[in-house]
């Protein structure tokens, strides 16, 4: 196993998309990119691990801002080749400590301790001389070094970039750092190892552990997706309300929060899933869930010690029948049993018609039962696949999105077709199957399995739906 | 652990305010100082220094030693766990009295005793089992529905009820936990309903106790006379089959506790003859006692014993159930997470120096028009001559006296010849064409200040961004150009303008 622990310093000109490589490449949003030449100021390193194994590092690095005069003082202290990297060495120690070359130490110092070279321009805009400084003295360093074509604009001068770089650098690649897809960051690494020898292998290890990752990334989605789908399903807002009252002025806003409990639970569930791609506080433009048109209310209830009303006349005829019974005991049969039919029947009985004045009696100063009002949960079978387009859309652009996008986060389109247009006939009579059963289940007692089940199934559907529409990892 | 489950939701929200690499670094840190090998978020709810345990340290450390919402919730369940024990107890103790209620005229009757304590017992123990079923068993047509009409009327809902005589904080606490778990009862239908059961649980072993404490009384300090009497059509024989059955359990360790075919035969009665029962009464005082070994042990053994072993499978499947819930929770996961030790990270440890704000200083108006300009093309702008000659009449509304080339691939030697030529030009402005698309280096800026000096003050200095497009002028983008007005503005030099070609 290589005991050298790959470095890059990502380098360049100023506000050429160094910073937005690095925070792609390391799936940091805290990474500062402006508009604003010279924002990074200090060399930044993100380490790669995997636990507490340092597997590469990568250096954001400020751009060059007097590479002419950096190289002129180099070029007076220059006997030959070989004296070059030294020399380079030479510059980073007399001025580290000064205002004059500050950006030209910060950068040159981590390739003076080993760094690798990963040099980045702008493929959209033309090539230009003033680079030829700066390429150079990346050269005298003597590091491995590879250069990176970001496709910023929309102008393309990619080969005039490519034929003035392959002068200079080992290899050139094109890396759009706002829209590569994952397999093209982990091909970046890959190549990275190209550089040196002793990178190849934690190199590689660093792609296994992203792409063992990103697989879990995936499944853990599925599983957020699956357990906001079972409490869709399930989520249903009362309000007791006391005997006398009209459930009628209750209803809107009985409704309206039942609205915002699915809506807030949808977002919960963007938010896990966001924060599994490592995005934090993500801006997001898109409609709100709507609901179907349905009738939500279900009739009231007798609510009693915490009992519906079926439950409380199974309670009051078993309650009676135990005092029936006792009396039975007492006279030693005497009164065959009648005690017990008797109270069953009476015991019933009364929890039938004494409920309503039982209710109203209040027990330290809180009243014994009364009516319950309930919205949900919603019926309307096509409601979870619009939920399930949704959710998998969102997880597929967020799946897709780069680091370096700082926009709000846009989910448009139909997103049900996205579901139902891609779902195979199996794969939606599976999810029916699921949805009837979470439905039935009103005590929830499989609620574990049935979300396993279902994240299987939202699994699935997402490779299916990949598969479709073509890969977004 | 029910005090972790409540206290977690809160304290996991509370995170939202913090970045990804606070938590990531703040969890770290805690994971580091715990004793045990990481573990993974695949962790099993094993009782191990496993997920649980760290979840748990994470909140003990969150929350330090101060009273929360979470042991109000727990103290809540603890008193009403109590308050049903006693209930249990005085109504066994009083069932026992009822039924061991002896007058001297009719010996209390086994049958009564034994359905009540034993058979009784039994179902209701039937009914607990298949209401603790568990849920890949619900699956069996019909089963969901009994096991949720048996949850509905447990002993235990009275606890629901019992919420009532907590005091204020526990009560409003445990309520709260309650409505929450009514509105997440995927996380904690589970946990509800295992509260539920085990207090049912509670409710029936305390009934048992009082039950027998009640019959051990009665025993100890009365003298109680039983019998055996039924309509049904049993013979002795039969009737000591059965008991002897049911005394199968002790017959070896406590023999003297199964009834003999003699003590059968000589202790039933019959209420219509009571000659007969006095006559029992009489021949057989000492023998209408011996019945007590019998019906003690069976309330120990098929009353008491099985409700001590679902007492403890309900507090087990509790403590599954809450654990479940804890590892389910929403977050816990990305918890997890952030102290195992399997994490992949790749984000930066150090913040972002934030870049200091430069003093602006506004610039200058461009001349009017007539001026014959010197000009410096910067970096060689791939403009033509005659393109030049088009911006200056267009934009500036100049003329051309002298053209130079700095920057670029040039050398220092060579700006500092351009610096010369212009100076030697006394008069008129200069201007400085450069590339709108490339940010202004401190490069340039250091060739402005050269510029400055050679030329002197008040010469006018004009600086022109410009797009190109094959040789000819284009318009550069406004974001590029504010880019170089910006940067202009650090300069502080009053004589210095900005004239950007923008659409």
């Known amino acids: 196993m290589s005991d050298v622990t790959p470095r890059f310093a990502v380098v360049g000109h100023p506000n050429k998309g160094k910073s937005s490589i690095v925070s792609t490449l390391s799936e940091d949003d805290s990474v500062q990119i402006s508009s604003i030449p010279g924002t990074t100021v200090k060399s930044r ?43 380079v060495k030479d510059f980073v120690l007399n001025f580290q400590d000064t205002d004059e070359f500050q950006d030209e130490c910060e950068l040159l110092a981590p390739l003076t301790d080993g760094a690798g070279i990963l040099y980045v321009v702008d493929g959209s805009a033309p090539y ?42 080992r290899i050139v690649r094109v890396f759009n750092a706002l829209h590569e897809h994952f397999d093209k ?18 190199l590689e290890r660093a792609v296994r552990g992203l792409n063992s990752d990103r697989q879990r990334r995936r499944d853990r989605g599925a599983r957020y997706i699956s357990e906001l789908l079972y409490d869709i399903l399930t989520i249903a807002e009362t309000r007791k309300i006391g005997p006398l009252d009209d459930p009628e002025d209750f209803k809107e806003a009985l409704l309206e929060k039942f609205k915002g409990s699915l809506l807030k639970r949808e977002a919960s569930c963007r938010d896990r899933i966001e924060s599994l791609y490592s995005y934090h506080k993500l801006e997001r433009d898109e409609e709100n869930l709507e609901l179907f048109d349905e009738d939500l209310f279900s009739e009231q209830t007798w609510v009693l010690w915490g009992l519906n009303r079926t439950q409380l006349i199974a309670t009051g005829a078993v309650g009676g029948a135990a005092i029936g019974a006792s009396i039975d005991i007492a006279v030693g049969g005497a009164d065959f049993m009648l005690g017990t039919v008797l109270g069953t029947l009476v015991g019933g009985a009364s929890a039938v018609y004494s409920s309503d004045k039982l209710a109203e009696v209040k027990v330290l100063g809180l009243p014994l039962g009364g009516n319950e009002l309930k919205a949900g949960p ?3 079978i096509n409601f979870p696949y619009v939920l399930l387009g949704r959710a998998l859309h969102h997880h597929a652009v967020i799946a897709s999105r780069t680091h ?70 | 652990m029910l005090a972790d489950l409540v206290d977690l939701g809160p304290e996991l929200e509370k995170d939202d305010a913090l970045s990804l ?49 979470g042991d109000r919730v727990a103290r809540g369940r603890r008193v009403i766990s109590v308050l049903l024990a006693l209930a249990g107890l005085l109504v066994g103790w009083a069932a026992a009295m009822a039924l061991f209620r002896y007058d001297g005229t009719h010996p209390v009757n086994v049958m009564w005793v034994l359905a009540v304590f034993v058979g009784l017992q039994l179902i209701t123990l039937i009914l607990f089992l298949i209401a603790a079923l568990p849920k890949t068993a619900s699956r069996l047509p019909g089963l969901a529905g009994i096991q949720q009409a048996l949850v509905g009327l447990s002993p235990g809902r009275i606890g629901l009820a019992l ?45 048992q106790i009082g039950a027998i404490v009640g019959a051990l009384s009665l025993v100890v300090f009365s003298d109680l006379a039983f019998g055996w009497s039924t309509t049904l059509d049993l013979g002795a024989n039969a009737v000591h089959r059965a008991v002897s059955a049911l005394s199968l359990p002790w017959s070896i360790p406590a023999p003297q506790a199964v009834p003999s075919l003699e003590l059968v035969e000589t202790t039933r009665f019959f209420r219509l003859d009571p000659k007969r029962a006095g006559d029992i009464a009489t021949a057989n005082a000492a023998n209408l006692t011996r019945w007590w070994p019998f019906i003690l042990l069976s309330m120990i053994v098929y009353g008491l014993l099985p409700r001590l072993i679902t007492l403890v499978v309900s507090a087990r499947r509790l403590r599954a159930n809450i654990k479940d819930a804890i590892r389910y929770y929403p977050g816990t996961d990305e918890l997890l997470d952030r102290m195992s030790g399997n994490i992949i990270k790749t984000q930066a440890v150090e913040p972002e120096v934030q870049m200091p704000k430069p003093t602006y200083h506004e610039l200058g108006k461009v001349e009017t028009a007539g001026a014959r300009a010197s000009v410096v093309d910067w970096s060689e702008s791939g403009l033509t001559e005659g393109s030049i000659d088009k911006l200056l009449a267009d934009t500036l509304g100049f003329s051309k006296g002298q053209l130079n080339v700095a920057g670029g691939a040039r050398s220092l030697a060579q700006d500092q010849a351009v610096i010369d030529a212009v100076v030697a030009l006394k008069d008129g402005p200069v201007v400085v064409i450069v590339k709108a698309w490339e940010t202004p280096m401190l490069e340039f800026l ?20 410009t797009g190109v497009e094959d040789g000819a002028v284009a318009p550069a983008r406004a974001s590029d150009a504010s880019v170089w007005a910006e940067r202009l503005e650090t300069l502080g030099d009053p004589w210095l303008k900005f004239k950007a070609v923008t659409a």
């Not at chain 1, 960051?185 to 934690?202: I, K, S, Y």
């Not at chain 1, 199957?433 to 994240?455: N, V």
């Not at chain 2, 060739?447 to 961004?465: C, M, Q, T, W, Y």
């Open chain 1, 45 to 87: 390193e993100f380490p790669m691990r995997v636990g507490d194994e340092l597997l590469y590092v990568l250096i954001d690095t400020p751009g060059f801002q007097r590479a002419r005069r950096a190289l002129a003082w180099m070029q007076e202290r220059e006997t030959d080749a070989a004296s070059r990297p030294g020399i």
């Open chain 1, 128 to 169: 230009g001389p003033e680079y030829e400084a700066e390429m150079e003295i990346l050269r005298w360093t003597g590091r491995p070094s590879m250069a990176l074509i970001n496709m910023i604009g929309e102008g393309d001068f990619a080969d005039q970039w490519s034929d003035a770089l392959g002068q200079y650098f």
């Open chain 1, 185 to 202: 960051r982990l091909d970046l690494l890959r190549a990275f190892g190209q550089l040196d020898e002793r990178w190849r292998e934690p």
């Open chain 1, 378 to 380: 919603t019926k309307n």
């Open chain 1, 404 to 473: 370096a996008q700082r926009d709000a986060l846009v989910i448009e389109g139909d997103t049900e077709s996205f579901t139902l247009r891609n779902m195979t006939d199996t794969l939606r009579k599976s999810f029916e199957k699921q949805f009837t059963a979470i439905r039935r289940d009103t005590e929830d007692t499989g609620a574990e399995s049935a979300t396993r089940e279902l994240a299987d199934l939202v699994r699935r559907a997402m490779a299916e739906a990949e598969s479709a529409v073509g890969s977004t990892d």
């Open chain 2, 21 to 69: 690499g606070d938590r990531q670094r703040r969890d770290a840190l805690f994971a580091d100082s715990l004793p045990g090998s990481p573990d993974t978020a695949q962790g099993t709810t094993q009782d191990t220094y496993g997920p649980i345990d760290r979840v748990s340290a994470w909140l003990s450390h969150r929350l330090g030693d101060d009273e929360t919402e």
């Open chain 2, 163 to 207: 919420t009532r005589l907590l005091p204020a904080n526990s009560r409003h606490a445990l309520n709260a936990f309650i409505g929450r778990s009514t509105k997440n009862r995927r996380l904690f239908g589970g946990v509800t309903r295992w509260i539920v059961l085990h207090w049912s649980q509670v409710f029936a072993l305390m009934f």
């Open chain 2, 446 to 465: 250091d060739f402005l200040r050269d510029l400055r000096r050679a030329a002197g003050e008040r010469r006018s200095i004009v600086v022109v961004p």
